[in-house]
């Protein structure tokens, strides 16, 4: 699916290389956990929490429980309702700073280079005061790791249910109405959720079981 992915949206596979060989080495002089480390630790559930427009309302009828994952911005909804998940699955374009502060508490972080986060992750990488994994969407070398997924939602599910999780429930996932960014046309953004939708079923299609999708 990347190839196509790239093809449809015209991005550099080269600057996505380069955007993961400088996070690798930004997190070279860290202890990064090990992925059996990752499966040891990761629960049979988790809860996903997307940046989509429902998730405000969601969160304060039911507040999420057990193991909390965080797709970027979704961290600073979460923090605006007292609560700070057990991760983040991110690519820096949301509110970076809750996200360094979950981080320094204890929050788990997956973050994410591609062709067009360089200066971002220049810029917060070496903030993260705990545990960090870093991501890619190439081949993945130099500590990285490629475990799938596209938009961090997705990518948040495709890194869970590689680490063993068989049960995701879905929150503030709104694939046919995204939060919009002044950034981001909404139409690219709507394309974007589809590549998400589809890369969601083939998880579902290899035995995970994922609610609200």
Request: aromatic share 6%.
């Amino acid at each position: 699916m990347y190839h196509e992915i790239c093809r449809e949206f015209a991005y550099d596979e080269a600057a996505d290389a380069r955007s993961a060989e400088i996070l690798s080495s930004i997190l070279s002089s860290r202890r990064v956990p090990a992925v059996q480390e990752l499966m040891s630790e990761c629960p049979a559930k988790v809860t996903i929490c997307g940046d989509g427009p429902s998730l405000p309302e969601a969160i304060s009828s039911d507040p999420p429980r057990g193991y909390v994952v965080a797709a970027d911005g979704a961290t600073t909804t979460l923090a605006a309702s007292g609560l700070r998940p057990d991760a983040i699955v991110t690519d820096l374009d949301g509110d970076v700073e809750h996200q360094v502060t979950a981080n320094s508490m204890g929050t788990l972080v997956f973050v994410h280079g591609h062709g067009d986060n360089l200066d971002a992750i220049r810029a917060v990488v070496p903030r993260f005061e705990g545990r960090v994994v870093g991501t890619c969407q190439g081949p993945p070398s130099g500590g990285l790791v490629n475990m799938g997924g596209f938009t961090d939602g997705d990518r948040a599910a495709c890194i869970f249910s590689g680490l063993g999780a068989r049960k995701i429930t879905l929150v503030g996932f709104d694939f046919e109405r995204p939060s919009l960014k002044a950034s981001r046309p909404s139409d690219v953004k709507r394309r974007k959720l589809a590549w998400a939708k589809r890369i969601l079923e083939t998880l579902v299609e290899q035995g995970v079981r994922i609610d609200g999708l």
